[in-house]
């Protein structure tokens, strides 16, 4: 079993910036960030895979920036130009297939974090 952990998240005003972290207990390959507001479904923000192709959420594309490091299990998610829009529970996600593309798809990933709170405010 994977074990993952989100560091980060807090309170910011519109137009500022955030960083999350994500680590995990084992070697992991695809992982991504997802995101869940009060009352609407989780959607997918940014994923990468194990050599480094990233994808991102249009609504984010530009602001937000996925990376991860190999060598020691973790993920950050740099968040710039923040939007009230961005409020929400932030999860890391993780999977464990070597040559998988990156996704923004749930139901592509085995492992989650318990989630890590951003709220914008105006």
């Known amino acids: 079993q994977v074990q993952v952990v989100e560091s980060g998240g807090g309170s910011v005003q519109a137009g500022g910036s955030l960083r999350l972290s994500c680590v995990a207990s084992r070697n992991t390959y695809r992982m991504g960030w997802f995101r869940q507001a009060p009352g609407k479904e989780r959607e997918g923000v940014a994923g990468?895979?194990?050599?480094?192709?990233?994808t991102y959420a249009a609504s984010v594309k530009g602001r937000f920036t996925i990376s991860k490091d190999n060598a020691k299990n973790s993920l950050s998610l740099q968040m710039n130009s923040l939007e009230l829009e961005d409020t929400a529970m932030y999860y890391c996600?993780?999977?464990?297939?070597?040559?998988?593309?990156?996704?923004?798809?749930?139901?592509?990933?085995?492992?989650w974090g318990q989630g890590t709170q951003v709220t914008v405010s105006s």
């Open positions: 996600a993780a999977d464990r297939q070597l040559y998988a593309s990156p996704s923004l798809s749930s139901n592509d990933y085995d492992h």
């Open positions: 990468i895979n194990g050599f480094g192709m990233s």
